[in-house]
């Protein structure tokens, strides 16, 4: 599976951005996903999962700012991001997990800044 993650770019804060992360080799609607970031200087960190029948939870500094969604037909999932704050800086990541393989994508830099 490669994943293609998207998106990302330079937003002012209170802007909103929409990540997505196209998959490609095999099909991931029915397996756990999730995203994460990591900031320069820090480790990095789960911001949502969503399980293989589509629930989803949040880390509590984005929960009710941010909402992950897919595209069953498309074999893609996104990461709406509402109210971007400038802790919000950090390269975003996209993984699938099958069976006992992680897969990630590449990355996408989202920089909020005014």
């Known amino acids: 599976v490669q994943l293609q993650a998207s998106g990302g770019g330079l937003v002012q804060p209170g802007g909103s951005l929409r990540l997505s992360c196209a998959a490609s080799?095999?099909?991931?609607?029915?397996?756990?996903t999730a995203w994460y970031r990591q900031a320069p200087g820090q480790q990095r960190e789960l911001v949502a999962a969503?399980?293989?029948?589509?629930?989803?939870t949040y880390a509590d500094s984005v929960k009710g700012r941010f909402t992950m969604s897919r595209d069953i037909r498309k074999n893609t999932v996104y990461l709406q991001m509402d109210e971007l704050k400038p802790e919000d800086t950090a390269v975003y990541y996209c993984?699938?997990?099958?069976?006992?393989?992680?897969?990630w994508g590449q990355g996408t830099q989202v920089t909020v800044s005014s």
């Open positions: 993984n699938v997990v099958k069976g006992s393989v992680i897969y």
């Open positions: 080799g095999g099909r991931i609607s029915a397996y756990p």
């Open positions: 969503a399980t293989g029948g589509g629930s989803t």
